[in-house]
């Protein structure tokens, strides 16, 4: 089955305790990215990734890193989570960035404290 | 800036009827939109697409529309039904920008 897994699925934390969340996708895409949404801003990106080795920021970077060593796995880390960084966080995977669908994974709830 | 705009935060329709879900855009750049349908604990699901080489495209209950000179989107569901009750999140990309750009999502509900 074609999909995006991401883990964990929820997760509470304290503020300055580094975390990783887990993106893997089973379709060989090229193209993946790593979304925050929030109440009233719909979803907004955080970094993207073109393919392997290749990484760029999206719109709301700050506080987040990503390495894409692999096709199918893109990670996204918190190495300092602040609680401005609570949010539903969803990886996407896509055979490009444009013209074509993103799939999603299912989310992961995250709460800063 | 918020570049695509849902301005309608949830739609109430009944069982039945049609369902117009509204998306505005700001960059003429845009040519390429999406709708994706969100339910609860799961990710965003993509619903249909359209280019801006066309006014119309149409899957089954669903059809969506694009008004380029009013830089203007909507998505019609005939009829509706209960199971169409999620979040539609409606967006676009431009040719050379590695993102979709998403709008704030209207949270439809179909009542029986």
């Known amino acids: 089955e074609a999909q995006v897994t991401q883990n964990p699925r929820y997760l509470i934390t304290v503020t300055g305790k580094k975390l990783t969340v887990t993106c893997s996708q089973n379709m060989n895409h090229e193209y993946m990215s790593w979304y925050r949404q929030d109440p009233g801003l719909g979803l907004r990106q955080i970094y993207y990734s073109m393919n392997v080795e290749v990484t760029d920021k999206g719109d709301v970077p700050e506080g987040y890193k990503v390495s894409r060593k692999e096709k199918r796995n893109f990670p996204l880390i918190l190495e300092s989570p602040s609680p401005n960084q609570t949010s539903l966080y969803f990886c996407?995977?896509?055979?490009?960035?444009?013209?074509?669908?993103?799939?999603f994974g299912p989310g992961t709830r995250l709460t800063v404290t | 800036d918020q570049q695509v705009k849902q301005n309608s935060p949830s739609l109430s329709v009944q069982e039945g009827r049609i369902s117009i879900l509204n998306c505005d855009y700001t960059?003429?750049?845009?040519?390429?939109f999406l709708w994706y349908k969100k339910y609860p604990a799961e990710g965003p699901t993509f619903l249909i697409s359209?280019?801006?080489?066309?006014d119309k495209n149409e899957d089954g209950r669903f059809t969506v529309f694009l008004n380029k000179s009013a830089k203007h989107l909507s998505l019609h569901i005939v009829p509706s039904q209960p199971g169409d009750s999620a979040v539609y999140f409606c967006?676009?990309?431009?040719?050379?920008?590695?993102?979709?750009?998403f709008g704030q999502g209207t949270r439809l509900t179909i009542n029986p």
């Open positions: 359209i280019s801006s080489i066309k």
């Open positions: 960059n003429s750049m845009f040519d390429y």
């Open positions: 996407a995977s896509s055979l490009a960035a444009h013209s074509y669908e993103q799939y």
């Open positions: 967006a676009a990309s431009e040719r050379g920008a590695q993102k979709l750009v």
